[in-house]
């Protein structure tokens, strides 16, 4: 189980997608979805990625995986999204 750490300003605003007790905040080392930019049809491009710095808030520092796997690289403070539509955000893998 993961700990639950008060609930942040950011987190009131949004729907909390996950809750254990309180929210679930991620952890070292799990394995969130990162949102990328956005591609040339005007979608947004998701990617695996895994979580290297947790803040102990809704904003993490992340390992990005590429798609076809020639080259990995970091993004730091990136923020939560539930709905998965923002540029620049993570959310939760769909279950």
């Known amino acids: 189980m993961r700990d639950s750490y008060p609930i ?3 987190a009131r605003q949004r ?3 996950r809750l254990a007790g309180d ?9 969130v979805h ?3 930019h956005k591609t040339l049809g005007g979608e947004t491009d998701h990617r ?9 808030t ?3 520092d992340l390992e990005v995986f590429d798609t076809i796997g020639a080259m990995n690289y970091k993004v ?3 923020t ?6 923002r540029e620049n955000s993570w959310h939760w893998p769909e279950r």
């Open 76 to 78: 730091g403070s990136v």
């Open 8 to 10: 942040s300003d950011f």
């Open 23 to 31: 929210v679930s905040f991620p952890k070292l080392g799990d394995i």
């Open 15 to 17: 729907p909390i997608e």
């Open 34 to 36: 990162f949102v990328g």
């Open 58 to 60: 809704l904003v993490i």
């Open 48 to 56: 695996a990625a895994i979580v290297t710095l947790a803040h102990g």
């Open 80 to 85: 939560w999204d539930p709905t998965g539509t």
